[in-house]
C-alpha cells in the first residue's frame, strides 16, 4: 500500500507542479479507494484507526523518515516557488505539518465510521480549502 501510494505521489507532484493543496484534496480519495479495495480493507482500517486513537504511522512515513524528510523538504520547497514565493520554507512546514494532521482525522475517522465517509470527505475539503483561503489572504496582505 505505501509503495503504491509513493509512486503517485511522486507522479502526481510533477504533475501538479507542487499544488499541495490540490495533492492533499485528490490523495484522501486516493487513500480510501487504495485502502478500501478488499485485499486491504481489514489491515488498512486497523492501521488508520490507530491514528484516531495516538497511533501515528503517517508521522513515520511522511515526518521521521529519511525519505519522508527528503519528500517534504522536495514538495513543500516546489510548493513555496511556485506558488508561494514570499512565504518562508519554515512557514510552508507548518503549512505543510497543518494538512498533514487534517488528512490524518480525515482517513482515521473515515475507515471507523464508513457510512459517514461521504460527510467527512466534504468536511475534509472544507478545512483544506479553509488553510489555502488563509494562505492566500496573508499572501494580499504581504504584498500591500
Not at 484522501?28 to 486491504?40: A, Q, S, Y
Not at 492501521?47 to 519528500?71: A, H
Amino acid at each position: 500500500f505505501r509503495t503504491c501510494m509513493e509512486k503517485k505521489v511522486k507522479i502526481y507532484l510533477d504533475e501538479k507542479r507542487g499544488d499541495l493543496f490540490q495533492f492533499f484534496k485528490d490523495a484522501l480519495d486516493e487513500i480510501v479507494k487504495e485502502g478500501m479495495c478488499e485485499e486491504r480493507k481489514d489491515v488498512c482500517k486497523n492501521v488508520f484507526s490507530q491514528m484516531r486513537y495516538g497511533g501515528d504511522c503517517m508521522k513515520d512515513i511522511v515526518l521521521t523518515s529519511e525519505e519522508g524528510k527528503q519528500w517534504r523538504e522536495e514538495v513543500l520547497w516546489q510548493m513555496k516557488e511556485n506558488y508561494y514565493p514570499e512565504y518562508s520554507l519554515e512557514e510552508m512546514v507548518l503549512v505543510g505539518e497543518m494538512l498533514i494532521q487534517q488528512i490524518k482525522e480525515a482517513i482515521a475517522n473515515i475507515f471507523l465510521y464508513e457510512e459517514y465517509a461521504d460527510q467527512m470527505k466534504e468536511n475534509y475539503y472544507r478545512k483544506v480549502d479553509l488553510i489555502e483561503a488563509g494562505m492566500k489572504a496573508v499572501k494580499e496582505n504581504r504584498n500591500v
